[in-house]
């Protein structure tokens, strides 16, 4: 999905801040360990994968847009960067590696999201987690409304792919949940 430069700065200067509020109880709900390797989808300029480097054995981030890569957050030895379309990867590839796989605002964007699902309920062991940060309906930005999840329908979709809900927070503009591969 294409987005003008105007919404596309608006988008990220008021995420910007939001992130940093919301990273810590995140974290704190996703439980990382030192064996965990996560797999961080969209990744964008590296802020969570950076945050998840200092946690984890490993974070694969993949994002299409490898300029992003460029940036200071990515200098953490641990993160292996991937420039590549997540539904194009998924053709080859498999997160059978994973424990954990981590979107932060960028499921809702992704044309495949069908493909990725069935991809991860394939590859993923059990136990392992799919973990998500979205834009609640009643946020004043971020991408159309038209393309966003609320809580319900996102965790119809994800559950039928065998996941079963195990946290969830409700921040002002996002919401975050994350899954367990049942």
């Given amino acids: 999905m294409e987005f003008d430069n105007f919404h596309f700065m608006k988008h990220k200067n008021a995420n910007q801040n ?7 109880r995140v974290i704190e709900l996703m439980n990382l360990s030192k064996e965990d390797t996560i797999f961080d989808i ?4 590296g802020f969570y994968s950076s945050k998840f480097a200092d946690l984890c054995k490993k974070v694969v981030s993949i994002e299409a847009y490898g300029k992003n890569f460029e940036g200071e957050l990515y200098a953490e030895d641990n993160i292996v960067k991937i ?3 997540i539904c194009e990867w998924i053709k080859i590839n498999d997160f059978s590696e994973a424990t954990h796989i981590f979107f932060s605002n960028s499921f809702h964007d992704m044309e495949c999201q069908d493909g990725i699902l069935d991809k991860i309920s394939s590859s993923l062991k059990k136990g392992g987690h799919l973990d998500l940060i979205e834009f609640n309906l009643k946020a004043t930005f971020g991408p159309p409304k038209n393309i966003r999840f609320s809580k319900e329908a996102l965790k119809s979709k994800v559950e039928k792919y065998g996941f079963e809900e195990k946290e969830y927070n409700d921040f002002e503009n996002h919401y975050f949940i994350s899954f367990e591969k049942m």
């Fill in 42 to 45: 969209g990744a964008g300029d």
């Fill in 18 to 24: 939001l992130r940093g509020e919301m990273a810590g």
């Fill in 83 to 85: 420039e590549a379309d």
